[in-house]
T-cell receptor, first 112, second 117 residues
């Protein structure tokens, strides 16, 4: 069974601080996606990484896919209250299922 | 263009009743997924439709759960004889392609919050 473990589960920080969220697995994924979900809404895709070692930047967010394609990290620089939400990583291309394997998420709260 | 829509947005039902949840995917998307999310938790895969292929039902938690997709577009998730543990947000997503494509990207609807009393 493929699993994705996210850490930390909860994170509460002040505006302006930096943070990193981790997504780890013992399985290899052909792609990994990061989503952000706000209360009452569905997850919204932030980025997809497909190449081992790949780094993608989205404004203050930096995403990295591990060399072995088993792990990923999301780093946020100078967090803002608008970054508050549930961050989910999801691995794709594993097994015969067409679904994504989701981690349980990191709930981020950025206080002004 | 329009995103994924789901209805109803909220559903309160009594234990033992049947419920139907509807999902309208993005036009042209061949893959459709149903997930369940308990309060503050990650997403639990339920079922996946890809084109005209037989659906992948491996995530359905019991035989009280079923889903169909008509005409390759709209999907309905049916829960029979609802139980309190069925209370959750049910999310639908669609993607242009599905299966083994390395970079299929899923677009989610806002979800249906189901409460079983």
């Amino acid at each position: 069974t493929q699993l994705l473990e996210q850490s930390p589960q909860f994170l509460s920080i002040q505006e302006g601080e930096n943070l990193t969220v981790y997504c780890n697995s013992s399985s290899v994924f052909s792609s990994l996606q990061w989503y952000r979900q706000e209360p009452g809404e569905g997850p919204v895709l932030l980025v997809t990484v497909v190449t081992g070692g790949e780094v993608k930047k989205l404004k203050r967010l930096t995403f990295q896919f591990g060399d072995a394609r088993k792990d990923s990290s999301l780093h946020i620089t100078a967090a803002q209250p608008g970054d508050t939400g549930l961050y989910l990583c999801a691995g794709g291309g594993g097994g015969s299922q067409g679904n994504l394997i989701f981690g349980k998420g990191t709930k981020l709260s950025v206080k002004p | 263009g329009a995103g994924v829509s789901q209805s109803p947005s909220n559903k309160v039902t009594e234990k033992g009743k049947d419920v139907e949840l509807r999902c309208d995917p993005i036009s042209g998307h061949t893959a459709l997924y149903w997930y369940r999310q308990s309060l503050g938790q990650g997403l639990e895969f339920l079922i996946y439709f890809q084109g005209n292929s037989a659906p992948d039902k491996s995530g359905l938690p019991s035989d009280r759960f079923s889903a169909e997709r008509t005409g390759g577009s709209v999907s309905t998730l049916t829960i029979q004889r609802t139980q309190q543990e069925d209370s959750a947000v049910y999310l639908c997503a669609s993607s242009l392609v599905g299966g083994g494509s390395p970079a299929y990207e899923q677009y989610f609807g806002p979800g249906t919050r189901l409460t079983v009393t």
